[in-house]
């Protein structure tokens, strides 16, 4: 199997925003039914469904030095909260369910060509409810960065229920 060490570094135009919507599916499964019992998780909405935001808030989702397909770095915590606070006011890293070991702010370089590089992601959080706390199992996405006009033209990010 043949590999790469080629090494690329990336980085956003200062001046660029980014549109982002945010939108939280109806919870459809929970171990012990709080998305039925639970009228503020059954009715779990995004704080905000379109927000702009300058590009240094995904920049810090980016690798600070030069990295190569399939090398991972930890995405910075504000960012990652500046973020998660679009979905829910108030979000936190420090899970109280899961403790350290669902500590997670992760990126990783999965592919890349002269034009385009692919960045996937997991964070892992909780929202602070009004009664309560939801602790999600993890959120997943992905960016693309056109690395010649250094601008995201394709994001996503999801989240995955714990089971």
Known sequence: MKTFN?????????????????FIAPIEYTQWNYHVDWDELANLKAAEPEKQYPASVFQAFLPQEPVSVDECWQIEEEAALTLLRQLSPCPQLELKIGGKDSYGLWACLRAYNDAFAEIL?????????????????QFAGYMVVDRVEKKLPLSRCTFRMPH
């Open 6 to 22: 080629n090494k690329i570094a990336l980085n956003l135009d200062r001046d660029a925003q980014v549109s982002v919507k945010g």
């Open 121 to 137: 992601f997991r964070i892992h959080a909780e929202f602070v409810l009004e009664k309560g706390w939801f602790a999600l199992s």
